[in-house]
């Protein structure tokens, strides 16, 4: 479930209240949010959350704190996955 903050209408004196409505988004609408939560993430690009934390520690995913949750844009490719050296290249868990 998605949490969506909708502005209800004005009331006589002025004041508006927010609205909190609980929303499934699918993939396309997930992608063009300004910013999703690191776990949201991991999960549209298919990536175990640990591993992109820990890119993010690396500096190799641009996000952001914001509070106590990290954020990124959600188009943010996922950077390029270094070999190990066996000579075989990392894959998805």
């Known amino acids: 479930m998605r949490w969506v903050i909708r502005i209800d209408e004005t009331e006589p004196d002025g004041t ?6 609980v ?10 949010l300004p910013a999703v939560s690191l ?8 990536h175990p959350k640990p ?11 641009p ?4 509070g106590h949750a990290w954020l ?5 490719p996922p950077p390029v996955w270094h070999h ?7 894959t998805p868990e």
């Open 16 to 21: 508006c209240f927010p609205t909190v409505v």
């Open 23 to 32: 929303k499934r988004l699918d993939r396309d609408q997930r992608l063009a």
């Open 39 to 46: 776990q949201e993430w991991a999960d549209l690009h298919g």
């Open 51 to 61: 591993r992109a934390a820990a890119w993010v520690a690396q500096g190799r995913l």
């Open 63 to 66: 996000a952001w704190r914001s």
């Open 72 to 76: 990124i844009a959600p188009g943010a």
């Open 84 to 90: 190990r050296a066996g000579g075989e290249a990392e």
